[in-house]
Antibody, heavy 115, light 107 residues
Framework: QVQLVQSGAEVKKPGASVKVSCKTS????????INWVRQAPGQGLEWMGWISTYNGNTNYAQNLQGRVTMTTDTSTGTASMELRSLRSDDTAVYYC????????WGQGTLVTVSS | DIQMTQSPSSLSASVGDRVTITCQAS??????LNWYHQKPGKAPNLLIY???NLETGVPSRFSGSGSGTDFTFTISSLQPEDIATYYC?????????FGQGTKLEIK
């Protein structure tokens, strides 16, 4: 069965970086892109960006340009998202989700940014 | 960016009621629209894709319709387990964008 399993919760100080991983299984990794979506506490869903697992092409949300990098490791079927220069308003649950239809999601990773 | 305007923001209904949520896109998105629900503490779950197609395993009381800019999501007979927040999402153009969400409660 298709599974996306994310890395564990993180606590970071403002200005630091965080890297969240998303290990996939149950399908051919390079057949579908991976999206990253975040959700601040009590808020709605915010699309962060997409990476092609086939060729590594990316598309990032304008408000995150310059601070976010998405990568893949096709040998392990893992996608990763790094966010730099963290601020308190980056505190959120971060999700990976497969393909444009977001048909399978990871369980979410809580990233808390606090001094 | 394409703006998705979802309404209402909250909704209270009784078990067995027919429930409708609407989503309007700021430009034509054809049928590139999905509907999700999200229960507290869980990841969102895809219910409807391509505006009107029921995802495998999703109960048939859920349905979607529309194309272009105006879309509707319906629960034909509300069940207690349907309590969640519902979101629409367009994937016609990057960046993908979500509606603001509709929090559904039982009366």
């Amino acid at each position: 069965q298709v599974q996306l399993v994310q890395s564990g919760a993180e606590v970071k100080k403002p200005g630091a970086s965080v890297k969240v991983s998303c290990k996939t299984s149950g399908y051919t990794f390079t057949s579908y892109g991976i999206n990253w979506v975040r959700q601040a506490p009590g808020q709605g869903l915010e699309w962060m960006g997409w990476i092609s697992t086939y060729n590594g092409n990316t598309n990032y949300a304008q408000n995150l340009q310059g601070r976010v990098t998405m990568t893949t490791d096709t040998s392990t079927g893992t996608a990763s998202m790094e966010l730099r220069s963290l601020r308190s308003d980056d505190t959120a649950v971060y999700y990976c989700a497969r393909r444009a239809n977001l048909d399978y999601w990871g369980q979410g990773t809580l990233v808390t940014v606090s001094s | 960016d394409i703006q998705m305007t979802q309404s209402p923001s909250s909704l209270s209904a009784s078990v067995g009621d027919r429930v409708t949520i609407t989503c309007q896109a700021s430009q034509d998105i054809s049928n590139y629209l999905n509907w999700y629900h999200q229960k507290p503490g869980k990841a969102p779950n895809l219910l409807i894709y391509d505006a009107s197609n029921l995802e495998t395993g999703v109960p048939s009381r859920f349905s979607g319709s529309g194309s272009g800019t105006d879309f509707t999501f319906t629960i034909s007979s509300l069940q207690p387990e349907d309590i969640a927040t519902y979101y629409c999402q367009q994937y016609d153009n990057l960046p993908y964008t979500f509606g603001q969400g509709t929090k559904l409660e039982i009366k």
